[in-house]
């Protein structure tokens, strides 16, 4: 990356590619519906292989919004709440800037 950005800003832009697909919206969705990990049944919940499955299950977990734990021979995932906060922390003061923005015109 540029030296002219932030290392704000190149999280930002990592996590936020890493969200850029409906499949792993999805995914986090199903994720923050269930109150425990979850194994294999995210394929059961999407229209995709495993092996599709598994590599947008691996660029979530690249980036660390979720991760997993090995649980015999299946893997189980869940949100990562602390890079959840700071993604969040990151992320909504350009929302709240952009709507400062849109207030003015």
């Given at each position: 990356?540029?030296?002219?950005?932030?290392?704000?800003?190149?999280?930002?832009?990592?996590?936020?590619?890493?969200?850029?697909?409906?499949?792993?919206?999805?995914?986090?969705?199903?994720?923050?519906?269930?109150?425990?990990?979850?194994?294999?049944?995210?394929?059961?919940?999407?229209?995709?292989?495993?092996?599709?499955?598994?590599?947008?299950?691996?660029?979530l977990k690249k980036v660390g919004l979720i991760q997993g734990t090995?649980?015999?021979?299946?893997?189980?995932?869940?949100?990562?709440?602390?890079?959840?906060?700071?993604?969040?922390?990151?992320?909504?003061?350009?929302?709240?800037?952009?709507?400062?923005?849109?207030?003015?015109?």
């Amino acid at each position: 990356m540029n030296d002219s950005y932030t290392n704000t800003q190149v999280n930002i832009a990592n996590l936020c590619k890493a969200m850029a697909h409906p499949a792993r919206v999805s995914i986090v969705q199903h994720l923050l519906s269930q109150p425990d990990c979850i194994c294999g049944d995210i394929v059961d919940e999407l229209p995709l292989s495993q092996s599709t499955v598994s590599q947008h299950l691996k660029a979530l977990k690249k980036v660390g919004l979720i991760q997993g734990t090995v649980s015999g021979p299946k893997v189980c995932y869940c949100i990562n709440p602390v890079a959840w906060d700071e993604f969040s922390s990151m992320i909504t003061p350009i929302f709240n800037e952009v709507e400062t923005k849109l207030n003015c015109c």
